[in-house]
């Protein structure tokens, strides 16, 4: 399993990035995927959650109404759309599936 993340980045309060991640090495399309971060000092934390199909979503609370986790099966790939940033949404953002994960991408959300 190969997990690529890209799309992070410095961004002000009330802000928007989409975040993106490319998956491998095993069939996408069968599988729930999550995006998970890591805020510093504190442990990783799941953020949302999409169903194989792309049919059910979840979320954490600190997130509902303002992310929103999306996939494309047919370009192997999970988005994260994050709007009205918050600087407690800094973080090391990461995809993960079947106890993998990518390298993760840095959002800093800062004035």
């Known amino acids: 399993v190969q997990l690529v993340e890209s799309g992070g980045g410095l961004v002000r309060p009330g802000g928007s990035l989409r975040l993106s991640c490319v998956a491998s090495?095993?069939?996408?399309?069968?599988?729930?995927m999550t995006w998970y971060r890591r805020a510093p000092e504190k442990e990783r934390e799941p953020v949302a959650t999409?169903?194989?199909?792309?049919?059910?979503?979840n979320y954490a609370d600190s997130v509902k109404g303002r992310f929103t986790i999306s996939r494309d099966n047919a370009r192997n790939t999970v988005y994260l759309q994050m709007n009205s940033l918050k600087p407690e949404d800094t973080a090391v953002y990461y995809c993960?599936?079947?106890?993998?994960w990518g390298q993760g991408t840095q959002v800093t959300v800062s004035s």
């Open positions: 090495g095993y069939t996408f399309s069968t599988y729930a």
């Open positions: 993960g599936v079947l106890g993998a």
């Open positions: 999409i169903s194989s199909s792309g049919s059910a979503t």
